[in-house]
């Protein structure tokens, strides 16, 4: 009798050695991707409004467009960890390659169409007459570095799948330091303006890239596996991308309807809503470094034809994902009074924020739920169900928050909305790891 606890709380151990080892770094690496930009916007700011307003514009468009494309890592990592569950470390690279050929025709895509359409896309997004020339500068230089940016998500999956977490946060924090000692030198030393700081940002990408790019030559060398492109690889990860494409398309156009939402109800809403939203992002990066651990570890489970383990591992990482919201949502409540101060002195923004962070922080639970189980189905390679889950949640959530400016409740209702939508998400995603069709074993899916 006492053996059997005893034998499972050894596992439970060991699943959270291993959850800790790659999520900690995950964390640590999704920490500094945000700092490009704010490191871009300290340097930028100092040139004068106008230049920081098209920094803003260029900047958005900018995430918006690699966002889309981060299928290329959640695909890529499901798709190499099964490779490497089932011992086969060869195919494993394999696959990481075709992932990064696909990034690579991607990002020359991306570069053929903002290129020539960079004024439109500034002036859709309404950058006024005097940012509109800053923001096309820094956005048409800034797209030369985005195959590179879509190479380093590639290449990210196929590191993560490989059950290696910290190659990602060193090379981040390298490209960190190095974006931010190129945009000085640029900016200032060689006086290029905006155009230094998009320059800067460019070779800091494009050096982040070689060194991902060594890695896993490297690896594959060691491995025998080839380096060409396949097209039929890079087909099939193409379409394992779509339905997590669909997903991420869905979940950005939730963002924007709640943004929206809020700017209808005054200026004291929308910049409340603002800070509540960095909040809220801040918080996913805890959260989602987590979900990262379960697309590697899921993958590797079921690659290795492991249904038992990989249910076990699921479980806990959903015990981590609760106990870890219930730490951010008690952090959240207990920093309200230091906190709103640092992003504004207006009385009317702050009440507006108040009650809505309280939603934010009861919410963390259900948000640790959500990801957590987001990352086993993307481990488990289940696309297209997050596809039609996060379509359903996208037709929940759209008229019940377009009816909050008629029904009234401000800002309080809107992030109410938002509750609900990761409730309604979490629902979706628990029945679907409660009936187990994500257990699909084997080295693909």
Same mark, same amino acid.
């Given at each position: 009798m006492t053996q059997a606890p005893a034998r499972s709380g050894t596992i439970?151990? *060991?699943? !959270?050695?291993? #959850? %800790? $080892?790659?999520?900690? =770094?995950? &964390?640590?690496?999704?920490?500094?991707? =945000?700092? &490009? %930009?704010?490191? !871009?916007?300290? #340097? %930028?700011?100092?040139?004068?409004? $106008? *230049?920081?307003?098209g920094l803003g514009v260029a900047s958005a468009l900018l995430t918006t467009a690699v966002s889309v494309f981060v299928f290329l890592a959640y695909a890529t990592t499901a798709a190499v960890a099964r490779r490497v569950g089932a011992g086969d470390p060869q195919a494993a690279i394999r696959q990481g390659m075709d992932g990064i050929w696909l990034a690579l025709l991607l990002g020359a895509a991306v570069i053929a169409l903002v290129l020539p359409t960079a004024p439109f896309l500034v002036d859709l997004f309404g950058a006024s007459t005097t940012a509109a020339p800053y923001a096309t500068t820094y956005l048409r230089i800034s797209a030369l570095g985005i195959p590179a940016m879509l190479v380093v998500l590639a290449a990210t999956g196929v590191l993560r799948g490989l059950q290696d977490t910290r190659t990602p946060l060193y090379v981040a924090i390298a490209g960190f330091v190095a974006n931010a000692a190129l945009n000085v030198g640029l900016v200032y030393g060689a006086g290029l303006g905006i155009a230094g700081s998009a320059w800067g940002t460019v070779i800091a990408q494009c050096g982040m890239a070689a060194v991902y790019l060594a890695v896993v030559v490297r690896g594959a060398r060691r491995h025998g596996a080839s380096l060409r492109p396949d097209a039929a690889g890079i087909r099939a990860s193409a379409q394992a991308g779509v339905p997590l494409l669909v997903r991420t398309l869905s979940l950005r156009a939730i963002l924007m309807i709640a943004t929206a939402v809020a700017a209808r109800l005054g200026d004291a809403d929308i910049a409340a809503h603002q800070i509540i939203l960095s909040l809220w992002s801040l918080l996913a990066f805890a959260l989602d470094a987590i979900a990262i651990a379960g697309q590697a570890i899921i993958g590797r489970y079921l690659g290795a034809g492991d249904s038992q383990g990989a249910r076990a591992v699921c479980r806990r990482m959903v015990e981590w994902g609760v106990a870890v919201g219930i730490g951010l949502g008690v952090l959240v409540v207990v920093s309200r009074p230091a906190f709103l101060p640092l992003f504004t002195g207006d009385s009317a923004v702050k009440d507006a924020a108040l009650p809505a962070l309280i939603i934010v922080a009861v919410s963390q639970p259900i948000c640790g739920v959500v990801f957590v189980l987001d990352g086993v189905l993307m481990g488990a390679g289940d696309g297209p169900y997050l596809a039609w889950a996060m379509l359903l949640t996208l037709a929940v959530f759209t008229p019940v928050a377009l009816l909050v400016p008629v029904l009234g409740g401000g800002l309080t209702a809107i992030w109410a909305a938002m509750t609900l939508m990761m409730a309604v998400r979490m629902l979706t995603l628990w029945l679907r790891s409660r009936s187990g069709r994500w257990v699909v074993t084997g080295a693909t899916r």
């Open positions: 439970r151990r *060991q699943h !959270d050695r291993e #959850i %800790v $080892a790659l999520a900690v =770094p995950a &964390f640590g690496a999704l920490v500094a991707e =945000p700092l &490009f %930009v704010m490191a !871009d916007s300290a #340097i %930028v700011g100092h040139l004068g409004t $106008a *230049q920081l307003a």
